[in-house]
């Protein structure tokens, strides 16, 4: 590789490295074009990306950026998977979904919002919900004493209507 091409290289790693605060470190072996081509379709579906790396270039893209954290573990055969979202949990379910099918990965450590983690944690962040989830769990929570509510103030209402009812039969029988 030419000095301009990992001066390139290096620049895209560190734009990369600047702006994904949830990322994956993970080692690979086994794996065939297809699989490679089937994981980069399904991250792309969920915007995320999948991207193999030289180490001692990735260490200089590094330096400044969150994935400075985790220069250790650039070490042998190297690919992070990313995205940009506000999602953590998303490239961690991903991969833990192909996984299961492969297992050609062995995880060595990612980063959730710019802290990083050891690779055998990644379960525990794969089980997070999403964040759509949060926010329908959270405004549940909110709207059901309202609601409960509401069904207390209306009930009185229910049963006078129910004895009229009632009335209104036996004087009909």
């Known amino acids: 590789m030419r000095r301009d091409q990992?001066?390139?290289l290096r620049d895209e790693l560190n734009e990369i490295f600047s702006k994904a605060n949830n990322a994956v470190?993970?080692?690979f072996s086994g794996f065939t074009?297809?699989?490679v081509n089937n994981l980069?379709?399904?991250?792309?579906?969920e915007n995320c990306n999948y991207r193999v790396i030289k180490n001692r270039i990735a260490k200089i893209a590094a330096k400044g950026t969150p994935m400075e954290k985790v220069l250790d573990l650039f070490e042998g055969v190297?690919?992070?998977?990313?995205?940009?979202?506000?999602?953590?949990?998303?490239?961690?379910?991903?991969?833990?979904?192909?996984?299961?099918?492969?297992?050609v990965f062995e995880f060595k450590g990612f980063l959730v919002d710019g802290e990083p983690y050891k690779g055998d944690h990644l379960d525990m962040v794969a089980s997070l919900p999403s964040r759509k989830e949060l926010i329908t769990k959270f405004a549940?929570?909110?709207?059901?004493?309202?609601?409960?509510?509401?069904?207390?103030?209306?009930t009185p209402y229910r049963n006078v209507a129910v004895v009229f009812s009632e009335v209104a039969k036996k004087k009909n029988n």
């Open 40 to 45: 980069r379709r399904k991250l792309r579906e």
């Open 33 to 35: 074009v297809n699989d």
């Open 25 to 27: 470190i993970l080692s």
């Open 140 to 154: 549940t929570a909110l709207a059901y004493p309202m609601v409960t509510f509401a069904r207390l103030l209306k």
């Open 78 to 103: 190297t690919a992070i998977a990313y995205t940009f979202d506000d999602e953590p949990s998303k490239v961690a379910k991903l991969l833990k979904e192909f996984q299961k099918d492969l297992n």
């Open 6 to 8: 990992k001066e390139q």
